[in-house]
């Protein structure tokens, strides 16, 4: 479910002059179709609002009867019934007080509440066939254009974004230009399906959510819980080769910390509530920022010591609306891989180039060798609105785009998308169908030095502030993890399979020479997991394929007399015989190589 700033700002797009691509103005307009086809159907519906989004559409709407997913082909039959009537889109407009009652009239409760917030003297309404809607546009010509949508899930969605409010029905669907876009979208939302983490989650055992011990709070089970070691074993090596120092920080923090690094303030509604200590108030941490400066500041510092590379996989708390939990990508306790540089002007490129270079590298080794960048900027006409000195600005601002270029990476640049307290940038990895999922940030931040007056002892012998970077390179451990689960639909390569190896005896008879080929591949440090049941083997294959086991090793008397083992290799079949020590070999390197393996 969207936040309450997402809806007020839908209520302000939909309501206010706006300029839209073709195709979001058929998407917007198929919503008003869907409207008009619900509002036959449901006589009586009382609509709020019904905006483009990403690939097509959602209405807001509070109905007499409660809508099932069995109600949305006949809506889907009536939206094509009118469409094909080619009604114009007519726009017109009402006083406030004309809009007010036309609201009144018809019964629609969140369109008068919406004209009640108004400022501007008329109203826009379009209408198309026997359907009025208050909209300020732009839509198709005529309804004859929508032909290619469909409806796909049905939601609750607070009015308003704000769950004191009445909980309304959200109807969404798919709008494109051509019948081939929307098949080819109807596939990608298959495999999505296909690769769902939560789905795959629960069958290869990897982490449970439930409501009995928390809502958002993840259980990380064996399986998972062992992938997730080797991603921060992976992590932590590489931040020590580079020149990191590892922390550890609390959970938990008196009220004033959060008061004084502005999280308070600015996040206040992202955070817990705060518990008593003793007297004084103490908060969960939605943030580590605070902790890494409170080690920056334990002891005084000289620019001989710059840059200091602080790094925590620090687990923090931020409250998520029940509605808007989703798995693994949204949750309120995460694992942020978080780390902090503080260095000199001077050296700010240099380490804004080493957090990049180490990005990539972690793109690489996870898989994900396509990636898009952004750069955000701030507003150079309204510079009002930011913190820090416009040297501040231009320095941290020409080292980003400096890095960028200097490495041959294409970027977008966002205009007056920079955080009031300085300029980052934002690095979105494409997973292996297509999807784009923000990961890595690099922000330059003026705001947390000056507020805990931050310094270090220059080569003048004089007090400096230092400059301040926020780093994260995979986001959050959990968000992370549910990416790659579906970026490779649970089939993990070798080196993060949390089984590498299952021992398939043919039968009992076989069962002290598995015995010692488990021992010997667990000697070599590999994960060999033997099959004790008694099914027969094409089961135990087929079971070991189900669990997404990397390498299945059948064992019979041939094997037991010439001390080997029937390979087989996930996507590649039957490799033959091998000795213990030739199949160890391999997977070794495999594993070594951090290798796909496929």
Not at 213 to 219: E, I, Q, S
Not at 281 to 309: D, T, W
Not at 371 to 386: A, H, Q
Request: with cysteine; aromatic share 10%; net charge negative.
């Amino acid at each position: 479910m969207s936040s309450q700033a997402d809806e007020l700002d839908l209520e302000h797009e939909q309501f206010q002059p706006r300029q839209l691509s073709p195709v979001e103005t058929l998407r917007h307009s198929t919503a008003h179709l869907m409207a008009s086809a619900i509002d036959q159907l449901f006589p009586g519906t009382k609509f709020a609002i019904g905006p483009h989004i990403d690939n097509g559409f959602y209405y807001d709407m509070e109905l007499a009867t409660p809508l099932t997913e069995a109600d949305l082909p006949r809506i889907e039959e009536k939206m094509r019934e009118i469409a094909k009537g080619n009604h114009k889109f007519e726009q017109f407009s009402l006083s406030r007080e004309d809009a007010k009652k036309w609201a009144d009239d018809n019964g629609q409760p969140y369109k008068a509440e919406l004209i009640d917030g108004f400022t501007t003297p008329t109203v826009s309404f379009y209408k198309h066939g026997a359907f009025t809607d208050m909209c300020a546009g732009p839509h198709v010509n005529y309804s004859s254009k929508l032909k290619h949508f469909k409806l796909t899930t049905i939601a609750g969605a607070y009015w308003r974004g704000d769950e004191k409010n009445a909980m309304l029905t959200r109807v969404y669907g798919l709008a494109f230009e051509s019948k081939e876009e929307l098949e080819a979208h109807l596939k990608l939302l298959e495999e999505a399906a296909r690769r769902d983490h939560r789905r795959l989650g629960k069958e290869l055992e990897l982490f449970s959510i439930t409501q009995e011990f928390g809502g958002g709070l993840v259980l990380w089970l064996p399986n998972g819980a062992f992938i997730r070691k080797q991603i921060e074993d992976f992590w932590r090596e590489e931040h020590l080769k580079r020149g990191y120092e590892i922390l550890f920080t609390p959970h938990v923090a008196p009220l004033s910390l959060w008061d004084r690094s502005g999280h308070t303030g600015f996040y206040k509604d992202s955070m817990f509530a705060p518990m008593d200590v003793e007297g004084q108030a103490h908060q969960v941490k939605p943030m580590n920022c605070p902790f890494h400066i409170g080690c920056f500041k334990n002891r005084q510092r000289s620019y001989r010591e710059l840059p200091v590379r602080f790094a925590e996989l620090g687990t923090v708390y931020r409250f998520e609306r029940s509605g808007a939990l989703h798995g693994l990508m949204r949750v309120r306790g995460f694992t942020q891989d978080d780390a902090h540089i503080f260095c000199t002007r001077d050296q700010l490129e240099s380490e804004i180039n080493g957090c990049i270079d180490f990005a990539q590298v972690m793109y690489s080794t996870f898989g994900f060798p396509e990636y898009k960048v952004e750069l955000s900027v701030r507003d150079s006409k309204n510079k009002g609105k930011y913190l820090g000195t416009d040297e501040q600005w231009e320095t941290a601002e020409s080292a980003l785009v400096n890095v960028l270029n200097a490495r041959g990476v294409t970027f977008k640049r966002m205009e007056g998308e920079a955080a009031f307290y300085g300029p980052k940038i934002d690095v979105k990895v494409v997973d292996a169908i297509g999807r784009v999922w923000q990961l890595t940030t690099v922000q330059v931040d003026f705001n947390l030095p000056e507020r805990f007056d931050l310094h270090y002892i220059g080569a003048d012998n004089a007090h400096h502030a230092p400059y301040m970077v926020h780093r994260a390179l995979l986001g959050s451990i959990e968000r992370f993890f549910g990416i790659l689960i579906e970026h490779y639909a649970g089939d993990f390569p070798l080196w993060l399979a949390p089984v590498q190896a299952k021992i398939l005896p043919i039968s009992e008879k076989f069962l002290d020479y598995a015995k010692e080929v488990e021992a010997a591949l667990k000697a070599k440090g590999l994960r060999a997991k033997l099959d004790l049941s008694d099914e027969k083997l094409g089961y135990k294959i087929r079971k070991a394929e189900l669990e997404k086991v990397p390498y299945a090793l059948v064992v019979g008397g041939k094997e037991a007399e010439t001390q080997t083992v029937g390979v087989r290799k996930r996507h590649q079949g039957d490799l033959g015989a091998m000795s213990i020590d030739d199949l160890a070999a391999r997977m070794l390197t495999e594993v070594a190589e951090r290798s796909r393996g496929v």
